[in-house]
């Protein structure tokens, strides 16, 4: 009944209980992941889990820290993979981050916009990765006509005015841990402000750890806090959250079944 949209399980923080770690996921309500690979190393290994378990589906796409590594082989690399895995369901996780600031901005830049084009060209969503970017994430997004395709706003740390703008450009909000966090007040604002229907839940496992975990190494079933924080927060029940939640990630990866 849950749907974890941001996953990092091939981390190397599961080598030795990736299985169980799956395993409790889905005992604890989680019926799908999405898990993300942003370079060489992780793409492989993302796909790999996602063609081992039924309910694991890929994003994948060049991390913005990794950017100044990107060369155009690797973008053909992506959009081959991209045509012919049939558990690929988005691009991502891409963006900009000025916060680690290990890629030169321009560098950035030109690598979050060809990866646009990517996907617009595969007709796939995007997932955004927005660390300290706000503005410039805005910008390439519309200038590259980003609606087109929309997608998910990766760990949505913006205001309630930017969540508007990014759902006017076709964009759904994601809540991940800090949600859960007492003081943070500018996600718990951003998710009364949501509408449901745009909202969904992740845990950038092994990172982000919610409440009552913070600390410790996060994982896929924790999505459960995130869920039952973010449905105190809209005033409905679990159920309905995770029923609505899950319907909407569905949605933006296209999934049928
Ligand atoms: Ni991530």
Known sequence: MLFDTHAHLDDEKYVEDQEETIDRARKNGVSYICNIGYNRETIESTLELARRYDFIYAAIGWHPQEAIHMKDADIQWMEELARNEKKVVAIGEIGLDYYWDTSPKEVQLEVFRQQICMAKRLQLPIIIHDREAHQDILTILREEKAEEVGGIMHCFSGSVE????????????????????????????????????????????PYLTPHPFRGKRNESGYVRYIAEEVASLKEVSFEKLAEITTKNAKRVFQLTE
């Not at 007492?182 to 229907?197: R, T, W």
């Open 162 to 205: 930017m969540a508007k703008e990014c759902m006017d450009l076709n964009f759904y909000i994601s809540l991940a841990g800090p949600v859960t966090f007492k003081n943070a007040h500018k996600p718990k604002e951003v998710a009364k402000a949501v509408p449901l229907d745009r909202l969904l839940v992740e845990t950038d496992c």
